[in-house]
């Protein structure tokens, strides 16, 4: 079945110096598979053009094809209805229309857990200068898995709204999130998740999680790059600002006034990423063809395989939780003896393999943690067995090198 | 050491092109420690390093390990060599506009110099040397 899919991507089948590619960098970004690529030249050559305003016929072939996509996101995430979709060009721009559309007023209090993201990180930081808020950074026990009980401890204080990864970039742990949403809840505050490694990886139905928000990237999940959605729950959207203004944002302006579109055209202010949303679509289409019990399954597969063959080598630590299972498709690990932007470089010109190096965007925790960096390897679906194999091999290859 | 391997490899490809250019500036700055070294961002001593040593590794060379281990030292050595001749291309190159040939004690031994400096080498090997 692999083999099948594999031949969907063209970017998979390249070769340098007569070897295969192998892509272990998924937690960063994934290669467009065709039908997604074909979706995206046929509007480039078919139909472009200027969507949402347009009355000839290409223009609302376009607000079809996006209206499509957004109910289809809808679906994906169990949204209740598709107005509480709205597209923006990734996760960190989600995020940040909410950060900043919700008004906090100082010395109101966000909670965000120990391995944000940069992307749910910052913005909170500048809001702290900006507006005083307060920003309050829940750290983990000492297995590094969420410390429900301390959140329970800050919720009795007051807290405005919790912002948490849904499922880390640092480590693939997915955190409680049914529990703190309920906890929340009693506490009466709101909850954003960052789903970035979650909705392309396992099954988010935000109904059912009564969440708030969730922000996630198209990019992760097969869509082309600069894509991205953030969901929100209608009453919430209804009193969020919108991060940018313009075109296609008002339904009317005067000299001194204007009448504010509708949700979600109100949050999508200028010309947007037609090709781009409509390859989103194809890509959760795909996804959903190859089904998440398979996508669980081969992500665990690897992860568990990699993990095992990683820890018969010397000199390795792993970055997060140890178990496999909790880490879904993310294995992070560093040596003790080669540096590893070094072990990554290596990889790369030596075996065709690419993995991802640095501190993934959560300096935060690598600085509190002392950890200079480390090498990440994220599968998806489509990485195998045999590929995960190479890896091993390249890297033991390597590591006799110290 | 390697950074200012790769500045001068890179500024005299940087001659021919703008790629080589940026990296010969990247290199520049490496060279003068002032690059803000972003965690993330492996350093062009690195990718350096990477792409010569995957390069051995890929052909199963015994000569990766030594490379790897001894990398620094290559730099060293790398460097001496291209300053030690850079040094006497200049002296040539200066020799060569004075007087006519690159090497003035023998003419005969430097394959561009001209008839005059060749006969008037011939007739006095020391020829620089007169006032
Ligand atoms: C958990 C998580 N959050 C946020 C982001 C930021 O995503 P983007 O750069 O698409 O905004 C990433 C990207 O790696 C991520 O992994």
């Not at chain 1, 892509?23 to 030249?41: G, K, Q, S």
């Not at chain 2, 950074?3 to 005299?12: K, R, S, T």
């Not at chain 2, 490809?13 to 990296?23: C, E, N």
Request: charged share 25%.
């Amino acid at each position: 079945m692999i083999q099948d899919i594999k031949k969907q991507f063209p970017f998979l089948s390249q070769e340098k110096n007569g070897q295969p590619l192998v892509y272990f960098d998924n937690a960063c970004m994934t290669p467009c598979p065709l039908p997604v690529l074909e979706a995206v030249d046929k509007y480039n050559r078919e139909f472009f053009s200027c969507g949402g305003r347009s009355n000839t016929h290409f223009g609302r072939q376009i607000d079809n094809k996006v209206a499509e996509t957004r109910e289809l996101v809808a679906k994906f995430i169990g949204a209740g209805t598709p107005q509480e979709i709205i597209f923006t060009k990734n996760t960190t721009e989600g995020i940040n229309l909410v950060a900043r559309g919700l008004n906090l007023q100082a010395g109101e209090r966000v909670l965000v857990s120990d391995r944000e993201h940069n992307s749910d990180l910052i913005v909170w930081q500048v809001l702290q200068k900006e507006r005083g808020i307060e920003l309050v950074i829940l750290p983990s026990k000492s297995d590094e898995t969420f410390d429900l009980a301390g959140l329970e401890t800050e919720l009795q204080k007051g807290i405005k709204l919790v912002s948490v990864v849904y499922s880390s970039n640092l480590d693939g742990y997915t955190l409680p999130v049914e529990e703190i949403v309920k906890m929340a809840r009693k506490y009466d505050a709101l909850v954003m998740l960052d789903g970035a490694q979650a909705v392309p990886h396992h099954a988010v139905n935000v109904k059912k999680l009564g969440v708030d928000f969730l922000a996630f990237s198209g990019h992760k999940m097969m869509a082309p790059s600069g894509t991205g959605v953030l969901y929100g729950r209608l009453a919430r959207l209804e009193k969020l600002s919108p991060l940018l203004s313009g075109g296609h944002s008002v339904k009317d302006s005067h000299y001194d006034n204007y009448e504010a579109e509708d949700i979600p055209a109100r949050f999508e202010a200028g010309l947007q990423n037609y090709g781009g949303i409509i390859g989103l679509g194809e890509a959760i289409k795909f996804i959903k063809q190859v089904g998440f019990d398979f996508i669980v399954k081969q992500e665990f597969e690897l992860n568990y395989f990699i993990t095992r063959e990683l820890k018969q080598i010397g000199g390795i630590s792993f970055v997060g939780a140890d178990d496999p299972k909790s880490r879904g498709g993310i294995v992070n690990f560093y040596h003790e003896k080669m540096d590893s932007h070094q072990l990554s470089i290596f990889l790369d010109e030596s075996a065709n393999i690419l993995t991802r190096s640095g501190r993934h965007c959560v300096h935060s925790w690598y600085n509190s943690r002392g950890v200079k960096d480390s090498i990440r390897v994220s599968s998806y679906f489509y990485n195998t067995i045999d590929e995960a194999e190479k890896l091993i091999s390249a890297l033991k290859k390597i590591l006799g090198l110290v | 050491m390697i950074c200012l391997a790769a500045f001068i490899v890179f500024a005299i490809f940087g001659i021919f092109s703008a790629t080589h250019r940026r990296l010969a500036k990247e290199a520049f700055w490496c060279v003068l420690r002032r690059v803000t070294f972003k965690p993330c961002q492996a350093s062009i001593g690195e990718i350096l390093k990477g792409k010569i040593v995957g390069w051995l590794l890929r052909r199963q060379s015994r000569w990766a390990g030594w490379v790897h281990r001894y990398f620094e030292v290559f730099s060293w050595i790398f460097v001496a060599i291209t300053l030690i001749s850079t040094f006497y291309t200049i002296k040539g190159a200066y020799y060569y506009a004075r007087y006519g040939t690159c090497n003035p004690e023998h003419p005969e031994q430097c394959l561009i110099s001209t008839q005059a400096a060749l006969e008037k080498g011939i007739k006095n090997p020391y020829y620089c040397n007169d006032k």
